[in-house]
């Protein structure tokens, strides 16, 4: 051991020791018969296309050097009512080999279990470690494991006294286990972590693929940065880019390391992946141009018959005889609607009549709506909303409207399209 070595060692903790691996120092410690250590998981900002903070991750060998799993450690733990006094070491272990790792402005994601967080030793503890390292609180995140808290309200003041230190708060593992909207209130975090379970469904099932980027948009609106969790393959990194998240984190972008991420490396990652996710939102883009061509031809020379005096009735035929339109129907300029939905196909009527309660539209006022909207500040045009959810059948659409004068009234001509992504 060198003499550096010799004085970092003892300035840690009792009980830290300094070893070397592969040129990197770092500390470990042993507990029972288990040493126990510390890796980093980069998190990347994908605008920034950098490392802009580092999980610490607990690493256990036994007395043979066999790995053993951090669940294991701690769930032995739990069992022997351990499991806040292991938890305290491996948060020391943790701020010593981030202090090690160099890292000058990145923060330090900290796993915290919510009994910890509410002993007051604790808190005095880890401020200690702290000041002994030189380590400023803002560089610390402290993630609150999703799991079942006996006493919220408790967990919740506690929350916000580390807070008012300068710490900031991520809730871990949203989406999974016990976690809840209404858990984001009661804890006001700084970020919220997407569990992989959802960037996985998200993955396979497009239903899920559509309501992700809509809970980022939700969480957003509520004040909370967004970290996905658990990207593996180029697919969910792509799926992260495309729901907007803030940060990510997974084996696709950087794995549990000892060492600082590699940043020339994570720019060349991002870089790639969101030139390809652009190439592929582009073409995509295309697809639906093409593919909406047909039905906006059929709309606009619906809307010019519409104000020539021909019937609505008459004037919509050529535009629902194309595969997926499904109704037209005509509002005033204060958004309500003006007769019943056309619909032209009988096989449609039959459907909808799961929906009979929402079948007469007549009346209903569709002021809210973005195609009334944008149809009546830009009059000049057909506009195409993005797609959503139809109240007529609950199933996806987008519907396309443009201003038209029926004699001397200003009205807005609308159609909706079903939409299924291709």
Same mark, same amino acid.
């Given at each position: 051991?060198?003499?550096?070595?010799?004085?970092?060692? &003892?300035?840690?903790?009792?009980?830290?020791?300094?070893?070397? +691996?592969?040129?990197?120092?770092?500390?470990?410690?042993?507990?029972?018969?288990?040493?126990? &250590?510390?890796v980093f998981q980069p998190i990347f900002s994908l605008s920034h296309m950098r490392a802009v903070g580092y999980e610490g991750l607990?690493?256990?060998?036994?007395?043979?050097?066999?790995?053993?799993?951090?669940?294991?450690?701690?769930?032995?733990?739990?069992?022997?009512?351990?499991?806040?006094?292991?938890?305290?070491?491996?948060?020391? %272990?943790?701020?010593?080999?981030?202090?090690? /790792?160099?890292?000058?402005?990145?923060?330090?994601?900290?796993?915290?279990?919510?009994?910890?967080? &509410?002993?007051?030793?604790?808190?005095? $503890?880890?401020?200690?470690?702290?000041?002994?390292?030189?380590?400023?609180?803002?560089? #610390?995140?402290?993630?609150?494991?999703?799991?079942?808290?006996?006493?919220?309200?408790?967990?919740?003041?506690?929350?916000?006294?580390?807070?008012?230190?300068?710490?900031?708060?991520?809730? =871990?593992?949203?989406?999974?286990?016990?976690?809840?909207?209404?858990? @984001?209130?009661? /804890?006001?975090?700084? @970020?919220?972590?997407?569990?992989?379970?959802?960037?996985?469904?998200?993955?396979?099932?497009? =239903?899920?693929? +559509? @309501?992700?980027p809509g809970l980022v948009a939700l969480l957003h609106e509520a004040g909370k940065l967004v970290l996905i969790e658990g990207v593996? !393959?180029?697919?969910?990194?792509?799926?992260?880019?495309?729901? *907007?998240?803030?940060?990510?984190?997974?084996?696709?972008?950087?794995?549990?390391?000892?060492?600082?991420a590699d940043s020339a490396q994570a720019v060349i990652c991002i870089s790639e992946v969101t030139e390809r996710y652009r190439d592929?939102?582009?073409?995509?883009?295309?697809?639906?141009?093409?593919? %909406?061509?047909?039905? #906006?031809? $059929?709309?606009?020379?619906?809307?010019?018959?519409? $104000?020539?005096?021909? %019937?609505?009735?008459?004037?919509?035929?050529?535009?629902?005889?194309?595969?997926?339109?499904?109704?037209?129907? %005509?509002?005033?300029?204060?958004?309500?609607?003006?007769?019943?939905?056309?619909?032209?196909?009988?096989?449609?009527?039959?459907?909808?009549?799961?929906?009979?309660?929402?079948?007469?539209?007549?009346?209903? *006022?569709?002021?809210?709506?973005?195609?009334?909207?944008?149809? #009546?500040?830009?009059? =000049?045009?057909?506009?195409? +909303?993005?797609?959503?959810?139809?109240?007529?059948?609950?199933?996806?659409?987008? !519907?396309?409207?443009?201003?038209?004068?029926?004699?001397?009234? +200003?009205?807005?001509?609308?159609? =909706? #399209?079903?939409?299924?992504?291709?």
């Amino acid at each position: 051991m060198t003499i550096a070595q010799q004085e970092r060692t &003892t300035a840690a903790p009792h009980g830290f020791e300094v070893s070397v +691996t592969s040129g990197l120092e770092r500390y470990s410690v042993r507990h029972g018969d288990l040493e126990l &250590t510390s890796v980093f998981q980069p998190i990347f900002s994908l605008s920034h296309m950098r490392a802009v903070g580092y999980e610490g991750l607990l690493r256990a060998h036994d007395a043979l050097d066999r790995p053993v799993s951090p669940l294991d450690v701690f769930g032995q733990a739990a069992r022997i009512g351990d499991v806040l006094q292991v938890d305290r070491l491996a948060q020391a %272990l943790h701020l010593e080999n981030f202090k090690v /790792l160099g890292a000058e402005k990145e923060w330090l994601f900290l796993n915290v279990h919510p009994g910890a967080l &509410t002993d007051p030793y604790h808190a005095a $503890a880890l401020l200690a470690n702290l000041r002994r390292l030189d380590l400023s609180p803002r560089r #610390i995140v402290l993630e609150v494991l999703e799991q079942r808290a006996e006493d919220l309200e408790r967990l919740a003041d506690a929350v916000r006294k580390f807070r008012e230190l300068g710490f900031l708060i991520a809730l =871990d593992d949203f989406g999974a286990g016990h976690s809840n909207v209404e858990r @984001i209130w009661q /804890l006001n975090p700084d @970020i919220v972590k997407l569990d992989r379970i959802m960037l996985s469904h998200a993955a396979h099932r497009a =239903d899920m693929a +559509t @309501i992700l980027p809509g809970l980022v948009a939700l969480l957003h609106e509520a004040g909370k940065l967004v970290l996905i969790e658990g990207v593996e !393959t180029e697919h969910e990194a792509q799926m992260a880019l495309g729901c *907007n998240a803030d940060f990510v984190q997974g084996f696709f972008f950087g794995r549990p390391n000892p060492g600082a991420a590699d940043s020339a490396q994570a720019v060349i990652c991002i870089s790639e992946v969101t030139e390809r996710y652009r190439d592929q939102t582009e073409a995509r883009e295309r697809r639906n141009a093409s593919r %909406l061509a047909p039905y #906006i031809r $059929a709309f606009e020379r619906a809307a010019e018959r519409l $104000a020539a005096g021909e %019937l609505l009735d008459e004037v919509c035929w050529n535009f629902l005889a194309l595969d997926h339109a499904a109704r037209c129907f %005509l509002l005033d300029e204060k958004g309500r609607q003006a007769g019943r939905n056309v619909v032209l196909r009988a096989d449609r009527a039959s459907h909808e009549t799961r929906f009979l309660p929402l079948a007469d539209a007549q009346g209903a *006022n569709w002021l809210r709506r973005p195609y009334f909207r944008a149809a #009546i500040n830009a009059p =000049d045009r057909v506009h195409v +909303t993005r797609p959503y959810l139809s109240i007529n059948e609950a199933l996806p659409c987008v !519907t396309l409207s443009v201003v038209t004068h029926v004699g001397e009234q +200003t009205c807005v001509l609308c159609g =909706d #399209i079903d939409w299924v992504e291709e």
